[in-house]
Structures are given as structure tokens and as C-alpha cells.
């Protein structure tokens, strides 16, 4: 325990006298006050709605510049990590293939009655706060990762407080999961192709994950509904991506939140060694 | 020690830090044995590496990148945005990375799981002596 603690101290100090030294031989040079030339072309064009100049044709139309770079400016980039997402759960459910429904069981199980109202109530609140990150993605920071992530503490909650059969008792299979989450990636490949058709269609050039109108592309998705702002492509992928992320990890935290024994039945795995 | 040496001297030490904590977890990785421990450091690596790309495009006395006037903007406006928020572009990849990060560790979570089904153990050693 003793010489963990002179690991520790000594590392902290190494470092400190290290930073000191090249502090004061200024080996690294002043800091920048200044971001990139890049980053300053995506603050300036991410929301500009100038229609006089030709920057209308790189804008993103959305006012939060994390958003636009996501989701437009490297949308082939989300699209791969999306990608990387998608094969994580994949090679998750082969681990448990074979597991398509959860066995519900009515009582004895969860948390005390205290933690349970509690939990109901917190339920949604949380399913509110997930669903305004999504919808608010293009405006505010936050977008569909972020709100996928605040639903998935649901299915933990769920797990943990109700019990991993609550998830059979509220109908909520992982073929059912599976397939809300299949819904969402169908819905950013919609997205990304519908540019591809209607330019098929009308007979004009477009792009790939096309959000607002290019130098040589006419097409543009809406930016405005019912007088608010929507940024065109960014909202439904955000949705998509929305529904996509959450319910991926509800598939994996319905699977962590399986009995042993049942996993052990349909895997046919014997008790070690 | 006037406030600008002080000022340098915090921003390398954070960054020191940061390279200290990516290399202390990759010897966890590398040089623990037990399963749980590599995926706990792996973590930490994931972890130090995006608060690194976030550091890397701060800048100081500055605001987040997102506009906050969207209905009456004008040319001004935007000019003083893109000289006063930060780099939007690391917090673009940490964004997905966190989230493919969490994915990804909860998969090789999985992985531990089965082997300690599979080999009732979560010991690197023991498991590359055991066969079948």
C-alpha cells in the first residue's frame, strides 16, 4: 500500500518538474489564443443565412457548429462510427444468440416500494428530457448520441430497480428492440439517399447526405416548419440516430440484466472449467 | 512569476497530466492481468484521449460554438462568433466517441462475461494455460 503511494507521489512530481522546466525554457513555445483557420470557415458558415454572397452554398443552415460538422460537414464520418456502433451490438447479440425473449416473472422482485415510486416518476421526466435533446439537437448542444444515451439510463434503471423481467412484463422484447433500433438506421439511410433519388427523379445533379442547396445542386431539404428552425437533414438524423442509439443499449442492458441460469440454459454452458 | 508564466505553466502541466494518465493506463493494458482491470484501464485511456482532443482545441476566454441569435443575425454578428467560440471540431469526434466508446466497452464487457463462463476465471495467466 506504502509504495503505491511513493509511485504515485513520485509521478506527480516528475510531472510538476517537468512542466516547470519546459514552462521555463519555453521548449513549447506561447500558447495560441487563436482557433484554426478551419475551425473559424465552420463557426463562420455553420448558420448564415446571407443569401446575397456564394457562402450560402456551404452553409449548414443550424446554429450549433457541432451539430452542423456532425451531421453535415463529415456526415460520411458519423455515418462509419455509426457503423462501428451497429457492429458492437451486432457482436454482442452473437455472443447471446439464440436469446430472442425475456421470461417475465410477476412478483418478488426489485427494489423496495420507496424506490419504485420514485422510479416511476423519475421514468418520464427522463423519457422528456431524452426526447428535448434529440429534437433540439441542431439548436442546443446535445443530438441524438447524447439523447440515446439519456434513455438507455432507463433500461438500467429498469434493470436495477424493477428487475430485469420488468422488461418482459412492459412488452419489451429484443426482437422488439432490435427492431426499433433497425428503424432508426433505416431512417438515416433514408435520409442520406432521398437527395439520391430526387435527384434521379428531377433529373439534377445532388449529393450524398445532401443538406442545403450546392453551387451545382439546386435540391435543398426544408430548413423551416411551421416557422422554426429544423436545419433540414439535422433533425431527422438526430431522430434516426436517437432511436438507433437508445435502443441499441437497451438491447445490451436487457441481455447484461439476464439471470445467469437462463444464459447458461440457452447457451449451453456448464458452470466453469 | 508574473501571471502569464503562471498561465503557460498550468495549461503544460494539465497537459503533462493528460500524457501521464494515457501512459499509466496503457501499462494497465498492457502489464495487468486481470481482464476486468485491462477494460477498466482501456476506459481510462478512452477517456484521457478525448479530454485530450478537447484541450487541444480550447482556447482561453472564450464561448461554446453554439449561436444563440438565429432570428435577426447579421454580418457582425457571425464575425464575432468565429473569432470568440472554441474549435467545434474535436468536441464533433468526442461526441461519437464517447458513445462508440461506451458501445464498444460494454461489448468487450460481454466478452469477460462469457470467458468467465466458458473458463471460471478472469486471469489472463491462467486462461492462456487452460485448453478448449
Known amino acids: ?273 | 512569476m508574473d501571471t502569464n508564466f503562471l498561465e503557460r505553466f498550468l495549461v503544460i502541466f494539465a497537459l503533462y497530466n493528460l500524457l501521464a494518465t494515457i501512459g499509466v493506463s496503457i501499462y494497465g493494458i498492457v502489464a495487468r492481468p486481470h481482464i476486468t482491470k485491462k477494460i477498466i484501464a482501456l476506459t481510462i485511456l478512452g477517456d484521457a484521449l478525448n479530454v485530450l482532443a478537447i484541450f487541444l482545441g480550447f482556447k482561453p476566454s472564450s464561448i461554446p460554438p453554439v449561436l444563440l441569435k438565429t432570428d435577426t443575425i447579421s454580418e457582425g454578428d457571425i464575425i464575432k462568433f468565429a473569432t470568440s467560440a472554441v474549435d467545434p471540431l474535436p468536441q464533433a469526434l468526442v461526441l461519437t466517441a464517447i458513445v462508440i466508446g461506451l458501445a464498444v466497452n460494454l461489448f468487450l464487457i460481454f466478452l469477460a462475461l462469457q470467458i468467465f463462463r466458458l473458463y471460471g476465471t478472469l486471469d489472463s495467466r491462467k486462461i492462456r494455460e487452460l485448453r478448449g
Do not use: C
Open chain 1, 1 to 273: 500500500m506504502r509504495r503505491s503511494y511513493i509511485v504515485l507521489i513520485s509521478l506527480i512530481s516528475v510531472i510538476f518538474v517537468l512542466a516547470y522546466l519546459t514552462t521555463y525554457m519555453g521548449i513549447l513555445g506561447p500558447i495560441s489564443s487563436d482557433t484554426r483557420y478551419l475551425a473559424k470557415l465552420f463557426l463562420a458558415l455553420t448558420y448564415n443565412p446571407d443569401t446575397s454572397t456564394s457562402l450560402r452554398y456551404l452553409t449548414a443552415m443550424s446554429p450549433e457548429a457541432v451539430t452542423a460538422i456532425v451531421w453535415d460537414y463529415r456526415g460520411i464520418d458519423t455515418f462509419y462510427e455509426t457503423t462501428v456502433f451497429f457492429m458492437a451490438i451486432v457482436s454482442a447479440l452473437t455472443i447471446y444468440r439464440g436469446i430472442t425473449n425475456i421470461e417475465s416473472k410477476t412478483q418478488g422482485s426489485g427494489l423496495s416500494i420507496i424506490v419504485r415510486v420514485v422510479t416511476k416518476l423519475l421514468i418520464p421526466m427522463n423519457i422528456a428530457i431524452a426526447v428535448s435533446i434529440a429534437v433540439h439537437g441542431h439548436l442546443t448542444p446535445g443530438g441524438g448520441f447524447q439523447a440515446g444515451a439519456a434513455l438507455a439510463v432507463i433500461s438500467v434503471l429498469l434493470a436495477v430497480v424493477f428487475s430485469g423481467y420488468s422488461f418482459g412484463k412492459l412488452g419489451m422484447g429484443i426482437s422488439k428492440a432490435v427492431a426499433l433500433r433497425s428503424m432508426g438506421l433505416l431512417g438515416i439511410a433514408t435520409v442520406t439517399l432521398l437527395p439520391l433519388i430526387y435527384g434521379i427523379v428531377a433529373g439534377v445533379q445532388t449529393y450524398l447526405m445532401q443538406n442545403y442547396m450546392k453551387v451545382d445542386s439546386p435540391f435543398t431539404f426544408p430548413i423551416y416548419a411551421w416557422g422554426q428552425l429544423i436545419s433540414g437533414t439535422l433533425i431527422w438524423l438526430n431522430l434516426a440516430e436517437f432511436l438507433a442509439v437508445s435502443f441499441g443499449f437497451f438491447v445490451i442492458f436487457m441481455l447484461l440484466s439476464l439471470r445467469e441460469e437462463t444464459v447458461k440454459k440457452y447457451l449451453g454452458v456448464g458452470d466453469g472449467h
